[in-house]
C-alpha cells in the first residue's frame, strides 16, 4: 500500500464528508466508492484490490476490526449498512446487502466454499463461488454466519450464532444451526 495514495484517498474522503480513520487498511483504492457520510473507523479494512469493486451507499458505517473482501464478485453496501466490530464480509461469489441492514459483532458473511474431494488435497481444489443477497432492514445477531448462496430476505432477523445455509424469507425471524424459521415480524 502505497502511504501517498493511501492518505491523498483519506483526505478526499474527508472533504467528500466522509470520516475514514488514517489508521483504516484500505488496499484497492481506486476500486472503492463511498456514498456521503460514510465512517470507517480505526482499524477497520477494505480490500478491493483482487475486485471489481467495493461500493458503500450513503452514511455506511464500518466499525472497528471490521474487514471487507471485495473479492472476485465485489461488495455493495446500500445506504445507512452498519457492520460491527470483528465483523466479515467476502465478496469471493460477491456480496449485496440492502439498505438500512444491521451486521452485529463477529458475523461472518462468507460467498465461497472449497471443494474437497477425495484423494486431492483441499487446499489446492477450487472453490465454489456463489452471490449473497441479504435484503433491506435486516438484522444479522453477533457470530451468525451467512453461507455461500444463501438470500436473506426485506426485513429478517438472524439470531446470534446462527448458521444460514439456505434461504430466508421476508419479515422471518431464524435460529439455529442450520436456521429454522421461529416466527415472523408482522
Known amino acids: 500500500m502505497n502511504p501517498i495514495k493511501h492518505l491523498l484517498f483519506i483526505l478526499r474522503q474527508r472533504r467528500a464528508g466522509n470520516r475514514v480513520s488514517f489508521s483504516a487498511y484500505l488496499k484497492g483504492h481506486e476500486q472503492i466508492e463511498l456514498g456521503h457520510g460514510c465512517k470507517i473507523h480505526a482499524d ?30 465485489g461488495v455493495r453496501l446500500g445506504n445507512r449498512v452498519e457492520i460491527n466490530n470483528f465483523s466479515i464480509v467476502n465478496g469471493t461469489g460477491g456480496v449485496d446487502i440492502g439498505d438500512d441492514t444491521l451486521v452485529g459483532p463477529g458475523v461472518r458473511i462468507i460467498s465461497y466454499q472449497h471443494r474437497h474431494a477425495r484423494g486431492t488435497l483441499i487446499r489446492t481444489q477450487a472453490v465454489d463461488a456463489r452471490p449473497i443477497r441479504i435484503g433491506r432492514d435486516c438484522w444479522l445477531g453477533a457470530n451468525s454466519v451467512i453461507l455461500a448462496g444463501v438470500t436473506i430476505g426485506d426485513g429478517a432477523v438472524v439470531a446470534a450464532g446462527a448458521i444460514v445455509r439456505a434461504d430466508v424469507p421476508d419479515y422471518a425471524i431464524v435460529a439455529g444451526v442450520p436456521t429454522s424459521v421461529k416466527k415472523y415480524r408482522i
Open 44 to 73: 477497520a479494512s477494505v480490500d478491493a484490490s483482487r475486485s471489481p469493486g467495493v461500493r458503500f451507499g450513503d452514511k455506511v458505517t464500518l466499525n472497528r476490526y471490521a474487514y471487507v473482501q471485495g473479492g472476485a464478485g
